[in-house]
């Protein structure tokens, strides 16, 4: 077999920004959001040509959210954009659509507030993005906007986007599912590897997300099975902005990788070079996007894109006192004025809180080094590292053995936490896990997926 390399960017949320991102209201929304808004074009823009003189690789996967929120304006720039880029580097690309990609209502912002320029429709999406994998598939299903790509004689890319007409974030029902294992088990007859690109991550980025239904494909686990026992053992994904690459094995014993990559947009924002080296070994590494034009008082592109998500985190926590209601909208608490009360004092207590005083709270021992440490600081990197993926704080790091003993003190009061999806998680071993990376590389790994 002969190897094949591509890269990937994904959530690209493409923004025509004439439409308008600028004024108080506009100010007002970002301060409770992860992604950059009027940047990305910019940023798009700073990639795709980056990517034109990239000698790698000449194939190009985007998982998904092409658009910021389905402005029509927005799909007809970007679609132009990936025709001019494809006419001047020669490089295949192949996309699959998502949820931000068709909406009614969407919206931009200028002197006068907020407003909504003209959608798209899902049925709209195939007339944008048909030559971007669609129009030379080797199986399609109109249905769902998804297909079949051969990508060398060797190789087949098996595209899955879960939206339907009128439908977001959609349950397989049996009869896509048997498409998908046709598909996977045709690609075993003709002797050649599959692998899997949809939007939402399969397996959660990381293990705290299980407790968030949006974070994953619904009902995953019907199709990490039909997946992995039909020979198709690895995924591409995006959607929850973080970088994490994992792996599970079915009850029949074949592994199951999920590789979610960093929006394009948003802290952490990476580009992902892969290499297939044969049916069993596939290489992974990060790249970080390039500079964009833009004026970012004197940042380099990571660090403003990380003070964009830090930005979000400061809020979030800020407006437990100064905006109570929206916090709790935000976070799904019910809005009773006990409640609200609740929030206000318990906001005010952890502005001030260090790690030392919460420690001496809860009898624990931790070491000097972070005692004078603020908790909203603290609370903002945990945050922080779960989307970057390599997460810092593992056994051993004074900040991992603190967090390990609070763990260990909550343990007997709470054991076991209810995924979303209906699984019993280990309270102890999923907050281990997702403060601490005990697994996989989330950056550079060299995947075997069989043995």
Not at 231 to 252: C, D, P, R, W
Request: with cysteine; hydrophobic share 40%.
């Amino acid at each position: 077999m002969k190897p094949l390399k591509f890269y990937l960017i994904t959530d690209t949320h493409f923004f025509k920004n004439s439409l308008g991102a600028y004024g108080e209201a506009y100010e007002e929304f970002m301060d409770f959001e992860q992604k950059c808004f009027a940047e990305t074009e910019s940023i798009n823009r700073a990639i795709f040509a980056y990517l034109e003189e990239a000698k790698e690789a000449d194939i190009l996967l985007i998982p998904g959210d092409l658009s910021f929120n389905g402005e029509k304006e927005s799909h007809e720039a970007f679609s132009q954009l990936l025709h001019e880029f494809q006419e001047k580097s020669g490089k295949r690309i192949y996309v699959v659509t998502a949820g931000h990609d068709f909406n009614d209502n969407p919206f931009a912002f200028n002197e006068n507030g907020r407003y909504t320029p003209e959608g798209t429709k899902f049925s709209d999406l195939l007339g944008y993005y048909k030559d971007f994998g669609y129009s030379d598939a080797i199986a399609f299903n109109e249905e769902h906007l998804s297909y079949v790509a051969q990508l060398s004689d060797d190789v087949r890319l098996l595209v899955i986007c879960n939206d339907i007409d009128g439908q977001k974030h959609i349950t397989y029902d049996e009869a896509f599912l048997g498409w998908i294992e046709a598909q996977a088990k045709k690609a075993q007859e003709d002797g050649v590897m599959m692998f899997a690109m949809e939007h939402y991550p399969v397996l959660p980025g990381q293990p705290i997300l299980a407790l968030i239904g949006d974070a994953r494909q619904a009902e995953a686990q019907k199709l990490i099975d039909t997946l992995a026992d039909s020979g198709v053992h690895l995924v591409f994904t995006g959607h929850m902005h973080n970088q994490s690459i994992n792996m599970v094995e079915t009850a029949k014993g074949n592994r199951f990788f999920d590789v979610c990559t960093g929006s394009a947009i948003g802290c952490p924002a990476f580009i992902r070079l892969v290499t297939i080296e044969d049916a069993q070994t596939v290489k992974v590494e990060s790249i970080p996007i390039p500079e964009f034009d833009w004026d970012k008082h004197g940042l380099s592109g990571e660090e403003y894109l990380k003070v964009q998500f830090e930005r979000m985190i400061r809020t979030v926590i800020s407006s437990m006192v100064n905006d109570t209601p929206r916090f709790m909208r935000k976070v799904g608490i019910k809005q009773t004025p006990t409640m609200i009360k609740l929030m206000q004092i318990v906001g005010r207590i952890l502005q001030k809180m260090t790690l030392g005083k919460l420690a001496r709270l809860l009898f624990i021992r931790i070491d000097p080094s972070i005692r004078s440490r603020s908790f909203v600081e603290f609370a903002i990197d945990l945050v922080r590292n779960a989307f970057q993926g390599n997460q810092p704080f593992v056994e051993g790091t004074p900040e991992g053995d603190a967090l390990l003993k609070l763990f260990r003190r909550i343990r007997p009061f709470v054991k076991t936490l209810r995924g979303a999806q209906g699984e019993t998680l280990d309270f102890y071993e999923t907050l281990k896990h997702t403060v601490g990376n005990y697994g996989i590389d989330d950056y550079n790994a060299e995947l075997r997926l069989f043995e």
